[in-house]
C-alpha cells in the first residue's frame, strides 16, 4: 500500500532533507578544519596502526558531522591505543601510561599535560561519567531532580566542539612526538 500524497513519511523526508542542506556549510568548516590540521602534522606519510587508524578517521568523521562525544570516545580509543605502543605495554591504564612515558623521555613535558587535560576533562568525564559529570561536559545545568536546563544558544546533540578539536589535535602531537623518524619529544 502506497502512501497518500502529502504525507507524514514525506513530511519527515522533507524535514530530513531540509536539516541535511542547511548542515553543509558547517560540516565543510568542520572537514576544512580536521584536513587543514592534518597538513600541518603531515599525516599521510604517517604508517601506524591500522586499529589506531580506523578509531583516528572514526573520530574525525564524528567531529564533522557534529557528534563531539562520539569523536572524544574515538580519539580516545586512539590515544590510548597508541600509548600502548609506546611504552610497550599490552594492558595498561591511560593514567599509568602517560607519567611512564613522560619518564622515559617519549614524550613531553607539553604533550604530558595535554593528555592530561584530555583525560581528566574529556576522555573520563565522556566514558565513566554519570549524568551529572556528563551533562556538565555539555554545559547543561540541572533544573530538577530529572531535568536538564538547555544552555542559551544549544543547538541539537552536539556536545562540546573544542573538546573534541583539541582531543584531536593532542592525538596528532602525540603520535607526531613518538612515531619511528619523527622529530621526538620537544625539548
Not at 558547517?26 to 590540521?37: G, Q, Y
Not at 611512564?100 to 613535558?109: H, N, T, W
Request: hydrophobic share 40%.
Amino acid at each position: 500500500m502506497t502512501e497518500p500524497v502529502g504525507s507524514a513519511e514525506d513530511t519527515q523526508r522533507k524535514e530530513f532533507e531540509d536539516g541535511v542542506t542547511r548542515s553543509f556549510p558547517v560540516w565543510w568548516e568542520r572537514f576544512d578544519w580536521v584536513a587543514k590540521l592534518e597538513g600541518r602534522f603531515v599525516t599521510k606519510r604517517w604508517y601506524i596502526d591500522p586499529g589506531v587508524t580506523l578509531l583516528y578517521y572514526e573520530a574525525t568523521r564524528c567531529f564533522i558531522f557534529g557528534r563531539f562525544i562520539a569523536s572524544i570516545a574515538m580519539v580516545s580509543a586512539a590515544t590510548e591505543r597508541w600509548l600502548r605502543w609506546v611504552v610497550k605495554k599490552d594492558r595498561a591504564d591511560f593514567a599509568d601510561m602517560v607519567p611512564l612515558a613522560e619518564s622515559d623521555g617519549r614524550i613531553s613535558k607539553g604533550v604530558s599535560g595535554r593528555l592530561e587535560r584530555v583525560r581528566d576533562l574529556m576522555r573520563n568525564p565522556v566514558a565513566h561519567g554519570k549524568d551529572e559529570v556528563m551533562m556538565g561536559v555539555l554545559g547543561w545545568p540541572r533544573m530538577s531532580q530529572r531535568g536538564w536546563e538547555r544552555p542559551e544558544g544549544y543547538e541539537g546533540y552536539s556536545g562540546n566542539e573544542s573538546a573534541a578539536k583539541e582531543a584531536i589535535e593532542t592525538f596528532l602531537l602525540l603520535v607526531q612526538e613518538t612515531i619511528q623518524g619523527g622529530p621526538g619529544p620537544a625539548k
